[in-house]
T-cell receptor
Framework: NAGVTQTPKFRILKIGQSMTLQCTQDMNHNYMYWYRQDPGMGLKLIYYSVGAGITDKGEVPNGYNVSRSTTEDFPLRLELAAPSQTSVYFC??????????????FGPGTRLTVL | DQQVKQNSPSLSVQEGRISILNCDYTNSMFDYFLWYKKYPAEGPTFLISISSIKDKNEDGRFTVFLNKSAKHLSLHIVPSQPGDSAVYFCAASGVGTYKYIFGTGTRLKVLA
């Protein structure tokens, strides 16, 4: 049971390049999330998904896209990288028991630098 | 608009003493609160949570207190250990929502 895995761990992009951050979970969780963490800041929600085929915007979605074709995978796409997207990106998943008391499990993060 | 606030960016405590980390929130619809711990180069890991129907939850050395009237929660770690040195985030969610709102974190350093 690997939990939540993210690839790559590190990446440097040039302005205008595109890339996909991969996220996979093996816990059969319905809910999945993408966050970014800027230095000295908390985690800001980019996008989330409540199940395969269903995604929605979070607090800071501009410049990103997501898809959820399977329960396990939730990739995050950057189409035209900008320096403002330099950050650490965390993927998370969450089981839902209906009680609202479930916790999120986080991946190890992807450190992205845009130059 | 920062709905969840951790006003102390850092805290230093001697080993064996109590660490108290604070968190304030503004949204009265929040009904579930969590604390996460984060080591460098790792993702956050869940530490402890509390529902709004309680005012205290305890798990070993960790206790979370919730004061709903003050919209304030705190995490107590006693006794503090050097391995507790990390960044601690509080988070909150509301009824029927799928999202957690995170604070900016407090960096705890436990001095040996």
């Amino acid at each position: 049971n690997a939990g939540v895995t993210q690839t790559p761990k590190f990446r440097i992009l040039k302005i205008g390049q595109s890339m996909t951050l991969q996220c996979t979970q093996d816990m059969n969780h319905n809910y999945m999330y993408w966050y970014r963490q800027d230095p000295g800041m908390g985690l800001k929600l980019i996008y989330y998904s409540v199940g395969a085929g269903i995604t929605d915007k979070g607090e800071v979605p501009n410049g990103y896209n997501v898809s959820r074709s399977t329960t396990e995978d939730f990739p995050l796409r950057l189409e035209l990288a900008a320096p403002s997207q330099t950050s650490v990106y965390f993927c998370a998943s969450r089981r839902t028991s209906g009680s609202g008391t479930d916790t999120q499990y986080f991946g190890p993060g992807t450190r992205l630098t845009v130059l | 608009d920062q709905q969840v606030k951790q006003n102390s960016p850092s805290l230093s405590v001697q080993e064996g003493r109590i660490s108290i980390l604070n968190c304030d929130y503004t949204n009265s619809m929040f009904d579930y609160f969590l604390w996460y711990k984060k080591y460098p180069a790792e993702g956050p890991t869940f530490l402890i949570s509390i529902s709004s129907i309680k005012d205290k939850n305890e798990d070993g050395r960790f206790t979370v207190f919730l004061n709903k009237s003050a919209k304030h929660l705190s995490l107590h770690i006693v006794p503090s250990q050097p391995g507790d040195s990390a960044v601690y985030f509080c988070a909150a969610s509301g009824v029927g929502t799928y999202k957690y709102i995170f604070g900016t974190g407090t960096r705890l350093k436990v001095l040996a």
